[in-house]
């Protein structure tokens, strides 16, 4: 026992003395220095590569050192990176490090240096650094070549939003130098009078040729030079998605994935990434040629299972992805193909396809699915090879769409495509009754008889309709009905019918037969049945109307109503216990009016107009303004009225008026109020809450005023356009009272005129009765006028002409003779010249005297020819002149002998004929030519025979000794009375 404790105390001793000398030779020769150190350059991936040596390492003996490495950018004391490198080192071995500096190794210079540090479990603690090894200094600078300007670094390759460093190196310091990144200007950091650096953070994708960077020197306004570099910038690679593989008949698998962004660039700086398939448990790998797929080869043993993983590397990253699966729980079945239809009629089809086989007792899930009428049906059915199905319940003459796809029953995958074809059913008799309604027009005699119907939908048509067939049947006489076959796809159709009752059924009718029928009745009474109509509210929904049930019996209601602009009818159909509903179309329009009526349909399928309703699915302001009159103007009042303004075709239910009024006085008149205008103008309003009432009396006006006017109606959704103001000034007061005086006088003359016009026949023959026309008398009747054979004849019996007056013209006039038209010139005879006419002795019977009158009212201008002849007849003539001649006969001869042949033509106009009575006196310009105490005529009772000369007739002018101014005519044949 002491011998054993001895012997372990000498073993102690002696290893704690072996360590000891070892400790104390190491930390002779520690902390390790490393020596030989040298740095060279790579520009292009702008980093510094640093190797070195450690020497008194112990001979074949390996350490684990730990280098501290320092980086100083233009002098040594500008510390930029400080970083450890721990590896293990053997004797005498050349380690190696890099560093990638952000700023270009050519814009400064760097400085490099090293030290060291034991970091091995077998020395004891504590560990010392060694000293620093000198500095190494690195400069590119020096190999830049001629030039005054360089930008770094040359054509770099980086990823979108990276932070890159890039900086000029000019050599002339009195340069101005301003950098440009693609066209905007940059500011960076000079790090010496000849280097400034520019920091670019997040730089982005531009486009695939790179971002253009350049600078340009310049003194003054001289530009030195431009020099620039192109940056390009990568899009990020992005790891695969949805990598996944299958196989389709065991003998390859098909691998898919999405690669996302294609990171290459222009002039092939960096082409695009590449990918490698790699699987694990064969250790096989394999390139792929292309981007997002990639085949393998299944080899004939037995592997099921499978590792593969999916690199995606490009020149600055490289991603991977893995999956690991059971080959046959990856099979994607090849499609289905030959789907064709049998058996195919109205309702039924057999479906039938075939699927591609893969291994024996295999089997297959196919789904269907079936489109139609815009439902889609879905079925499963499992299959070994061949697949076959029913399709039952098919709407007839309706056009399907079957398609299949399978997948494996055993372990689902993924299925097919789809695989189809489509087929249409056979037409089947329409299932349904056509819907139909009608507008009946009672007139005297007969009904018009306006019937519609809706066609059927295509799940009730099946198939197309071709016709429809309307039976008109006579109630009262059941024997009489009538048939009408009216083509598709005609809607309506016009029935004219006498009072009675009648029955109507429509069918629908395609190419298999005819739809149940749809009927109605029309009473022989007529339907124009008074109702009240009452208004309602529309919303955006539509209009919800309601009713009171009809007592009675009754199988339905029915709403009608016409939709516009095309004011075509429509209909609802709402059940026997309803009494509302909900009129809702995209046709109703704001502001327009809708009228509603609601029918009750007796078990007599007979209808009855139950309620009339109207209103609008969104009331609008009116649309226009009424014409308004001004009426009964005062001097304090006028009244306005509109009665021509109608309500009805207005876009909302006019619910009043509004009347403006201005004045200068800019005061509000009774019942008027204040009211501000859109223009900001200020005027009175009067609101009139009855639409019915369209007149107002404004008064309380001041006389001789000036005032403005307009009228507006005004619904639920405001009032009708902004308009006009009209003009009216009030009278001044004191003329409506002249007025009212003025006004029946004017009233009495005309009255009096009238009278007076109505009285005027009355009034002539009283005052100035008709004389018979000078042309006319019979004493022309003597003379026998050849030369005028239209002469007319006067034939008076009881008067005999007194005297002839002949108006000689002034000296000049030319006269021609009747039948030898030879011209004389009258001599100026100053005073007229008389011709007494006296009876003879012999035909003298009546008691006294004849006194004669002259007349002046005829004075008859010729108007046959070119002159006249003035004869005019004294009252009275001379006892001198008495006697000269006793007889017509004389009176005749002489004229024919002295006047006849030298009668001259006088011109239109110079010649007038007077008419003398037996009972007139001479005129007062004549007196002077007749004796002063002229002998009395016998007296006369009556008048006589008058004498007109002829137009072509004038007596030759007498000669100054003769003083025969008037020739007397006696009518042997005339008696006095």
Same mark, same amino acid.
């Given at each position: 026992?002491?011998?054993?404790?001895?012997?372990?105390?000498?073993?102690?001793?002696?290893?704690?003395?072996?360590?000891?000398?070892?400790?104390?030779?190491?930390?002779?020769?520690?902390?390790?220095?490393?020596?030989?150190?040298?740095?060279?350059?790579?520009?292009?991936?702008?980093?510094?590569?640093?190797?070195?040596?450690?020497?008194?390492?112990?001979?074949?003996?390996?350490?684990?050192?730990?280098?501290?490495?320092?980086?100083?950018?233009?002098?040594?004391?500008?510390?930029?990176?400080?970083?450890?490198?721990?590896?293990?080192?053997?004797?005498?071995?050349?380690?190696?490090?890099?560093?990638?500096?952000?700023?270009?190794?050519?814009?400064?210079?760097?400085?490099?240096?090293?030290?060291?540090?034991?970091?091995?479990?077998?020395?004891?603690?504590?560990?010392?650094?060694?000293?620093?090894?000198?500095?190494?200094?690195?400069?590119?600078?020096?190999?830049?070549?001629?030039?005054?300007?360089?930008?770094?670094?040359?054509?770099?390759?980086?990823?979108?939003?990276?932070?890159?460093?890039?900086?000029?190196?000019?050599?002339?310091?009195?340069?101005?130098?301003?950098?440009?990144?693609?066209?905007?200007?940059?500011?960076?950091?000079?790090?010496?009078?000849?280097?400034?650096?520019?920091?670019?953070?997040?730089?982005?994708?531009?486009?695939?040729?790179?971002?253009?960077?350049?600078?340009?020197?310049?003194?003054?306004?001289?530009?030195?030079?431009?020099?620039?570099?192109?940056?390009?910038?990568?899009?990020?690679?992005?790891?695969?998605?949805?990598?996944?593989?299958?196989?389709?008949?065991?003998?390859?698998?098909?691998?898919?994935?999405?690669?996302?962004?294609?990171?290459?660039?222009?002039?092939?700086?960096?082409?695009?990434?590449?990918?490698?398939?790699?699987?694990?448990?064969?250790?096989?790998?394999?390139?792929?040629?292309?981007?997002?797929?990639?085949?393998?080869?299944?080899?004939?043993?037995?592997?099921?299972?499978?590792?593969?993983?999916?690199?995606?590397?490009?020149?600055?990253?490289?991603?991977?992805?893995?999956?690991?699966?059971?080959?046959?729980?990856?099979?994607?079945?090849?499609?289905?193909?030959?789907?064709?239809?049998?058996?195919?009629?109205?309702?039924?089809?057999?479906?039938?396809?075939?699927?591609?086989?893969?291994?024996?007792?295999?089997?297959?899930?196919?789904?269907?699915?079936?489109?139609?009428?815009?439902?889609?049906?879905?079925?499963?059915?499992?299959?070994?090879?061949?697949?076959?199905?029913?399709?039952?319940?098919?709407?007839?003459?309706?056009?399907?769409?079957?398609?299949?796809?399978?997948?494996?029953?055993?372990?689902?995958?993924?299925?097919?495509?789809?695989?189809?074809?489509?087929?249409?059913?056979?037409?089947?008799?329409?299932?349904?009754?056509?819907?139909?309604?009608?507008?009946?027009?009672?007139?005297?005699?007969?009904?018009?008889?306006?019937?519609?119907?809706?066609?059927?939908?295509?799940?009730?048509?099946?198939?197309?309709?071709?016709?429809?067939?309307?039976?008109?049947?006579?109630?009262?006489?059941?024997?009489?009905?009538?048939?009408?076959?009216?083509?598709?796809?005609?809607?309506?159709?016009?029935?004219?019918?006498?009072?009675?009752?009648?029955?109507?059924?429509?069918?629908?009718?395609?190419?298999?037969?005819?739809?149940?029928?749809?009927?109605?009745?029309?009473?022989?009474?007529?339907?124009?049945?008074?109702?009240?109509?009452?208004?309602?509210?529309? #919303?955006?929904?539509?209009?919800?109307? !309601?009713?009171?049930? %009809? $007592? +009675?019996?009754?199988? /339905? @209601?029915? =709403?009608?109503?016409?939709?516009?602009?095309?004011?075509?009818?429509?209909?609802?159909?709402?059940?026997?216990?309803?009494?509302?509903?909900?009129?809702?179309?995209?046709?109703?329009?704001?502001?327009?009016?809708?009228?509603?009526?609601?029918?009750?349909?007796?078990?007599?399928?007979?209808?009855?107009?139950?309620?009339?309703?109207?209103?609008?699915?969104?009331?609008?302001?009116?649309?226009?303004?009424?014409?308004?009159?001004?009426?009964?103007?005062?001097?304090?009042?006028? #009244?306005?009225?509109?009665?021509?303004? !109608?309500?009805?075709? %207005? $876009? +909302?239910?006019?619910? /009043? @008026?509004? =009347?403006?009024?201005?004045?200068?006085?800019?005061?509000?008149?009774?019942?008027?109020?204040?009211?501000?205008?859109?223009?900001?103008?200020?005027?009175?309003?009067?609101?009139?809450?009855?639409?019915?009432?369209?007149?107002?009396?404004?008064?309380?006006?001041?006389?001789?005023?000036?005032?403005?006017?307009?009228?507006?109606?005004?619904?639920?959704?405001?009032?009708?356009?902004?308009?006009?103001?009209?003009?009216?000034?009030?009278?001044?007061?004191?003329?409506?009272?002249?007025?009212?005086?003025?006004?029946?006088?004017?009233?009495?003359?005309?009255?009096?005129?009238?009278?007076? @016009?109505?009285?005027?026949?009355?009034?002539?023959?009283?005052?100035?009765?008709?004389?018979?026309?000078?042309?006319?008398?019979?004493?022309?009747?003597?003379?026998?006028?050849?030369?005028?054979?239209?002469?007319?004849?006067?034939?008076?019996?009881?008067?005999?002409?007194?005297?002839?007056?002949?108006?000689?013209?002034?000296?000049?006039?030319?006269?021609?003779?009747?039948?030898?038209?030879?011209?004389?010139?009258?001599?100026?005879?100053?005073?007229?010249?008389?011709?007494?006419?006296?009876?003879?002795?012999?035909?003298?019977?009546?008691?006294?005297?004849?006194?004669?009158?002259?007349?002046?009212?005829?004075?008859?201008?010729?108007?046959?020819?070119?002159?006249?002849?003035?004869?005019?007849?004294?009252?009275?003539?001379?006892?001198?002149?008495?006697?000269?001649?006793?007889?017509?006969?004389?009176?005749?001869?002489?004229?024919?002998?002295?006047?006849?042949?030298?009668?001259?033509?006088?011109?239109?106009?110079?010649?007038?004929?007077?008419?003398?009575?037996?009972?007139?006196?001479?005129?007062?310009?004549?007196?002077?030519?007749?004796?002063?105490?002229?002998?009395?005529?016998?007296?006369?009772?009556?008048?006589?025979?008058?004498?007109?000369?002829?137009?072509?007739?004038?007596?030759?002018?007498?000669?100054?000794?003769?003083?025969?101014?008037?020739?007397?005519?006696?009518?042997?044949?005339?008696?006095?009375?």
């Amino acid at each position: 026992m002491a011998l054993f404790v001895v012997f372990q105390t000498t073993f102690f001793l002696t290893l704690l003395s072996l360590r000891t000398y070892q400790s104390e030779v190491l930390a002779e020769r520690l902390p390790l220095t490393p020596v030989s150190l040298k740095v060279s350059t790579n520009s292009i991936h702008q980093s510094l590569h640093l190797q070195w040596t450690v020497h008194n390492l112990p001979y074949h003996q390996e350490l684990k050192m730990v280098f501290q490495i320092q980086i100083s950018r233009i002098e040594t004391s500008n510390v930029v990176w400080v970083g450890n490198y721990s590896t293990p080192v053997k004797w005498n071995q050349v380690l190696h490090w890099s560093w990638e500096s952000e700023l270009p190794l050519e814009c400064a210079t760097h400085f490099v240096r090293i030290k060291s540090v034991i970091d091995d479990a077998s020395f004891p603690e504590p560990n010392f650094w060694s000293n620093w090894s000198s500095w190494e200094e690195v400069s590119v600078q020096d190999y830049l070549g001629r030039g005054t300007l360089f930008v770094f670094p040359k054509d770099k390759l980086v990823e979108e939003g990276s932070n890159v460093t890039i900086c000029y190196v000019s050599r002339n310091i009195q340069n101005n130098v301003s950098c440009y990144l693609e066209g905007k200007q940059i500011h960076g950091e000079q790090l010496d009078p000849h280097v400034t650096a520019f920091n670019l953070n997040s730089v982005p994708f531009i486009r695939n040729r790179g971002t253009n960077i350049y600078c340009e020197a310049s003194q003054g306004n001289v530009s030195k030079g431009i020099e620039g570099i192109v940056l390009f910038v990568s899009k990020v690679l992005e790891e695969p998605k949805d990598f996944s593989c299958e196989s389709q008949d065991f003998k390859t698998l098909h691998c898919t994935w999405d690669p996302g962004t294609d990171t290459a660039l222009g002039w092939s700086k960096q082409p695009s990434q590449s990918y490698t398939l790699f699987e694990s448990f064969s250790g096989e790998k394999k390139l792929c040629t292309h981007k997002n797929w990639c085949n393998w080869q299944i080899t004939q043993d037995s592997q099921e299972m499978y590792n593969f993983t999916l690199i995606a590397e490009n020149y600055l990253r490289k991603r991977s992805v893995n999956i690991l699966f059971n080959l046959t729980h990856r099979v994607y079945l090849m499609n289905p193909f030959s789907v064709n239809f049998e058996n195919v009629n109205a309702t039924n089809a057999i479906m039938t396809w075939k699927v591609h086989s893969m291994r024996n007792n295999f089997t297959y899930l196919c789904q269907i699915e079936l489109h139609g009428e815009g439902k889609m049906m879905q079925y499963d059915v499992s299959i070994n090879v061949n697949g076959e199905y029913f399709l039952s319940e098919l709407e007839p003459a309706t056009e399907y769409m079957a398609r299949v796809r399978c997948a494996d029953a055993s372990h689902f995958w993924k299925w097919t495509e789809w695989s189809g074809q489509n087929f249409t059913t056979l037409e089947a008799a329409p299932s349904e009754a056509p819907d139909v309604w009608r507008s009946v027009n009672s007139e005297p005699g007969n009904h018009t008889v306006t019937l519609f119907w809706k066609p059927l939908s295509k799940l009730h048509a099946n198939g197309k309709i071709l016709f429809y067939n309307v039976v008109v049947e006579n109630l009262d006489k059941p024997s009489r009905s009538e048939l009408r076959s009216i083509p598709a796809p005609a809607n309506s159709t016009k029935l004219i019918l006498d009072r009675c009752s009648y029955q109507i059924c429509v069918t629908a009718n395609n190419s298999v037969g005819a739809s149940p029928a749809s009927i109605i009745v029309i009473s022989a009474d007529p339907e124009n049945k008074e109702v009240e109509e009452e208004r309602i509210a529309g #919303t955006e929904g539509g209009f919800s109307l !309601s009713w009171k049930p %009809q $007592p +009675g019996d009754v199988i /339905g @209601y029915v =709403v009608d109503w016409c939709d516009h602009p095309q004011d075509v009818l429509q209909w609802k159909n709402v059940g026997p216990n309803t009494t509302s509903t909900v009129i809702s179309t995209d046709a109703f329009r704001p502001g327009v009016r809708y009228d509603f009526r609601i029918y009750g349909l007796s078990t007599k399928r007979i209808a009855c107009l139950l309620e009339k309703k109207t209103g609008y699915s969104q009331e609008l302001a009116p649309s226009d303004n009424p014409h308004v009159l001004v009426d009964m103007l005062t001097s304090h009042s006028f #009244t306005l009225s509109w009665k021509d303004y !109608s309500t009805e075709s %207005q $876009p +909302g239910f006019i619910q /009043g @008026y509004h =009347v403006y009024l201005k004045s200068k006085a800019r005061q509000c008149h009774p019942r008027f109020q204040k009211a501000v205008l859109s223009d900001g103008s200020e005027c009175c309003k009067y609101k009139i809450d009855n639409p019915e009432e369209k007149a107002l009396i404004v008064d309380n006006l001041k006389p001789e005023s000036f005032y403005e006017f307009f009228v507006t109606p005004f619904t639920s959704a405001g009032e009708g356009p902004n308009a006009t103001f009209t003009k009216v000034t009030t009278p001044d007061e004191h003329s409506s009272m002249l007025i009212r005086i003025l006004l029946p006088m004017v009233f009495c003359v005309l009255l009096i005129m009238i009278v007076c @016009y109505l009285k005027s026949q009355w009034i002539k023959e009283t005052c100035y009765p008709d004389i018979p026309d000078p042309y006319k008398s019979s004493i022309l009747s003597l003379i026998k006028f050849k030369e005028n054979p239209h002469l007319t004849i006067m034939n008076v019996s009881d008067c005999i002409p007194d005297a002839i007056e002949v108006v000689s013209k002034p000296e000049g006039t030319k006269i021609q003779l009747l039948g030898t038209r030879k011209s004389l010139t009258e001599t100026e005879l100053t005073k007229p010249n008389y011709l007494y006419l006296l009876p003879t002795e012999k035909n003298h019977s009546g008691p006294g005297p004849c006194i004669c009158f002259e007349n002046f009212t005829y004075n008859q201008a010729a108007s046959d020819a070119g002159s006249c002849g003035h004869v005019p007849v004294p009252p009275k003539a001379p006892p001198s002149m008495l006697g000269l001649m006793t007889s017509p006969e004389n009176v005749l001869k002489a004229l024919e002998k002295n006047y006849m042949n030298s009668l001259g033509e006088v011109p239109a106009g110079e010649t007038s004929l007077n008419y003398v009575s037996q009972l007139a006196s001479p005129m007062s310009g004549d007196k002077d030519s007749l004796p002063t105490n002229p002998v009395e005529p016998p007296h006369c009772s009556e008048y006589k025979m008058q004498m007109a000369v002829p137009l072509r007739l004038a007596l030759p002018p007498p000669t100054e000794n003769s003083s025969l101014s008037s020739i007397t005519l006696l009518d042997p044949g005339e008696h006095y009375r």
